[in-house]
């Protein structure tokens, strides 16, 4: 996503919204371990559901 940042002179810059990316391992279910990158709200999803 992108937007505009607003200073108190209401002059607009561009700017980015990045998602907030983590680096887990998780363990697949033939046993291997591996290294994914995901979001800080998709890991929150996953503790809630238990993942």
Known sequence: MSGNNVSHA???????FLPNLRTVRI?????????????ASTLRTMKKKGA
């Open 27 to 39: 363990t697949l279910e033939d046993g291997t371990r591996k290294k994914i990158k995901v979001a």
């Open 10 to 16: 209401h002059n607009k810059t561009k700017r980015r």
